[in-house]
């Protein structure tokens, strides 16, 4: 009997305590040989450790270094892959992203730009670096995007906006290489446990902002507190694997409260969505400044 090729998954973003890690082990466990990337390798050496078995058949971990912002980086990461041997991939996970809490007004454009290279432009330069390893074998993109991506919610509208351009620069090549015969599956995640808050790291309102008499709300937010209860990283990941292995493309929603937001935004009008999305965000306390 021939045996069968042992499949292989790219995954960007794989700091360990998130999603990216979480979809590792998850691809490890279904018997994939995966190939975790992060920009600083050792933050990740944990994961290329030996696992105990579990009873389900066993794949490997590779760590390696990319950064998604870095054509340098991707391209030796692709040749890495050639000197390994890799031909082809069957999975490729975009997953590497940032996050930015501040209000429109206040928000500096530079951090808004560069939270752009990575959760919009390092998507695509990934997904065009690996997309002939991906043709050859007729393998899946999967897209972590966000719900956020679908909603506007204030103090953090620069984050939302780049999940929304990721949204639909994913849903925009699902169409593009389905002749090729690529699928691409675009993740609409919700809440899910991760070191992305503290990734964050503290923030405080510029002197002089409107905001002064609502910082406490923005500040909590930007530290995740008025997240709502956040899933275990693990618990989406298998679904997510479920979803890629199942053959789908397009949209799915998973994480949190992720169903609940879409079927809101479907039938519940989108003032009265937007009020209850808003509720304990200090929206409605903010002074606005005396006429001159």
Not at 17 to 45: D, Q, Y
Not at 52 to 67: F, K
Not at 174 to 201: C, F, K, N
Not at 260 to 287: M, Q
Request: glycine content about 10%; hydrophobic content about 40%; aromatic content about 6%.
């Amino acid at each position: 009997m021939t045996q069968s090729r042992t499949k292989t998954v790219l995954i960007t973003g794989c700091t360990p305590g998130g999603i990216g890690a979480a979809l590792c082990e998850e691809f490890r466990h279904r018997g994939f040989h995966v190939l975790a990337t992060v920009r600083t390798p050792s933050k990740a050496a944990s994961l290329s450790s030996p696992k105990p078995a579990d009873g389900r058949s066993e794949g490997s971990i590779e760590v390696l270094p990319l950064d998604v912002t870095s054509k340098e980086s991707i391209e030796k990461c692709k040749a890495q892959l050639k000197t390994n041997g890799i031909e082809g991939l069957d999975v490729l996970v975009n997953n590497a992203g940032g996050l930015l809490t501040a209000p429109m007004l206040d928000m500096d454009i530079e951090d808004g730009k560069k939270m752009f290279d990575v959760n919009v432009w390092g998507l695509l330069a990934v997904t065009q670096a690996f997309a002939p390893l991906l043709i050859a074998n007729k393998g899946c993109i999967l897209n972590i995007t966000s719900v956020a991506g679908a909603l506007k919610q204030a103090w953090q509208g620069g984050y939302n906006a780049s999940k929304a351009a990721a949204t639909f620069f994913s849903e925009t090549l699902r169409i593009e290489v389905e002749p090729l015969g690529l699928r691409v599956v675009t993740a609409m995640v919700g809440e899910v446990q991760s070191q992305i808050w503290e990734q964050q790291g503290s923030y405080k309102l510029p002197e002089g902002s409107y905001y002064k008499s609502v910082e406490k709300f923005i500040v909590d937010q930007a530290d995740g507190k008025k997240q709502s209860k956040e899933e275990p990283a693990e618990t989406v990941a298998k679904s997510l694997v479920d979803d890629v292995l199942s053959g789908i493309s397009g949209q799915t929603w998973r994480g949190g409260q992720a169903g609940a937001a879409k079927n809101a935004l479907r039938f519940v009008p989108s003032k009265l969505f937007e009020r209850i999305l808003h509720k304990d965000r200090g929206v409605d306390k903010i002074t606005a400044p005396a006429s001159k």
